[in-house]
């Protein structure tokens, strides 16, 4: 069974706008952590946010921020006022971090490619 | 500060050549080592992952072979490389900070098998 949905293939945004990159998990693990990485079209894999399955509190760096709904077992990407360099594929990944990962190996969706018009 | 190196940055090789590709990582000691690969238009698929010198564990049989010789080195292999082993090859580690781990990457190898 696929652990990480993201459904949407690919997504507009208009510069200075802020968009939501959708993503669903699946685990039974009571203790996971949940990424998202931004890789540009030169290959390299940023990370970008972390949020940790027991946080009380949705992540925020700078203009990202997750929106963690655990009932819904969802974590959706929310970038503020986007700009030409959001560009990018975005990839949304789990860690379990109890008995059913492998030594904290991250498990990835198929990602979204994010275009940003001007 | 850690970083993590990746060689070469990309290769050209024919069906049935072999492969050695090389990730080192500088600035932290005994970390836990990863390769990844994506295929075109694919999310990242875990091939390897290595929890210390000698200790290397497969995720994916494959004709892939991988090798901890040093304590931040980490090496991806193939005897005979096959077609569908062309592919962007990231090397990664974790770093672990109070309560989260973040999961770092190379700049990666792409591969192109002919």
Redo the contacts between chains.
């Keep these: 069974a696929q652990k990480i949905t993201q459904t949407q293939p690919g997504m507009f945004v208009q510069e200075k706008e802020a968009v939501t990159l959708d993503c669903t998990y699946d685990t039974s693990d009571p203790s996971y ?1 949940l ?1 998202w ?1 931004k890789q540009p079209s ?6 970008l946010i ?1 949020q ?1 399955s027991y946080d009380q509190q949705n992540a925020t760096e700078g203009r990202y921020s997750l929106n963690f709904q655990k009932a819904r077992k969802s974590a959706n990407l929310v970038i503020s006022a986007s700009q030409l360099g959001d560009s990018a594929m975005y ?1 949304c ?1 789990m ?1 379990e ?1 109890g008995y059913g990962g ?10 979204t490619k994010l275009s940003v018009k001007p | 500060s850690q970083t993590i190196h990746q060689w070469p940055a990309t290769l050209v090789q024919p069906v049935g050549s072999p492969l050695s590709l090389e990730c080192t990582v500088e600035g932290t000691s005994n970390p ?1 080592l ?1 390769w990844y690969r994506q295929a075109a238009g ?5 091939l390897f ?1 290595s ?1 210390g010198i000698g200790q290397i ?1 497969s ?1 994916v049989p494959q004709n892939l072979s991988a090798s901890r010789p040093q304590d931040r080195q980490f090496i991806l292999s193939s005897k005979k490389l096959l077609l569908s082993d062309s592919g ?1 090859y ?1 090397c ?1 580690w ?1 770093f672990y900070s109070g ?7 190379g ?2 190898t ?1 591969l192109t098998v002919t």
């Design positions: 952590g990424f990485y030169s290959g390299e894999m940023i990370f972390y940790g990839f990944a860690r971090t492998s030594q904290g190996n991250l498990i990835f969706g198929k990602g | 836990n990863y694919r999310g990242l698929q875990l992952y929890v564990s995720e962007f990231l990664a974790i309560g989260s781990a973040e999961q770092y990457f700049p990666g792409r």
